[in-house]
């Protein structure tokens, strides 16, 4: 899989876009980019995934760069909630056993008011 | 959305018992579900691939018999940590992967603190 590299943490301000990066500079073609997050002593969430299009959910928007290198998680409207540490992920999709999931160390978001 | 159950969220035991974590897929088949542990500050770590009907997949460094998975049907796992000592005081984590789906699915349990004193 892929190796991500994130910033180790990040600040924002209540109601701002929260913009969390990851390069990912050695993707795949077949990888896709996931991002879950970690609320402290929860079990991650899942937020998104894309291959190369950008996504938008109920959650979050991401924006994939062109040459897939890196990726951008956009939370439009940060709220305290959503402190919590968040996960860039590579992985080919894979519907076999081994589809398991590498979590690197993340970026810890801290939303203030 | 599906949901996964962990059991118990958190435990006491004393050193050189024994300690059974349940994770449950509670809407949704999953023939594969994995075992992560998280010690404070640090991400989380595989710890093995459990498969339905058949031995775990353990990672590299975590000792199969010290750390006991079964996963005897299509909606539960369980983690029995062995002869537990304090060394093993961490935040275990179990996912389940959705039978059947296209993309890779894998939803959280909310995770088991185990304190061995």
């Known amino acids: 899989d892929a190796k991500t590299t994130q910033p180790t943490s990040m600040d924002c301000a209540e109601g701002r876009a929260a913009n969390l990066p990851c390069n990912h500079s050695?993707?795949?073609?077949?990888?896709?980019v996931y991002w879950y997050r970690q609320i402290h002593s929860q079990g991650p969430q899942y937020i998104i995934h894309g291959l190369k299009n950008n996504e938008t959910n109920e959650m979050a928007s991401l924006i994939i760069t062109e040459d897939r290198k890196s990726s951008t998680l956009i939370l439009p409207h940060a709220t305290l909630r959503d402190t919590a540490v968040y996960y860039c992920i590579v992985r080919a999709e894979n519907t076999g056993t081994a589809s398991k999931l590498t979590f690197g160390t993340g970026t810890r978001l801290q939303v203030t008011l | 959305g599906a949901v996964v159950s962990q059991h118990p969220s958190w435990v006491i035991c004393k050193s050189g018992t024994s300690v059974k974590i349940e994770c449950r897929s509670l809407?949704?088949?999953?023939?594969?579900m994995f075992w992560y542990r998280q010690f404070p500050k640090q991400s989380l770590m595989l710890m093995a691939t459990?498969?339905?009907?058949?031995?775990?997949?353990?990672e590299q460094g975590v000792e199969k018999d010290k750390f006991l998975i079964n996963h005897a049907s299509l909606t539960l796992s369980t983690l029995t940590v062995t002869s537990a000592h304090p060394e093993d005081s961490s935040f275990y984590i179990c996912?389940?992967?959705?039978?059947?789906?296209?993309?890779?699915?894998?939803?959280f349990g909310q995770g088991t603190r185990l304190t061995v004193v």
């Open positions: 996912s389940a992967r959705r039978d059947n789906r296209v993309w890779l699915e894998a939803f």
């Open positions: 459990s498969n339905e009907g058949s031995k775990a997949t353990y």
């Open positions: 050695t993707i795949s073609g077949n990888e896709y």
């Open positions: 809407d949704f088949q999953a023939t594969t």
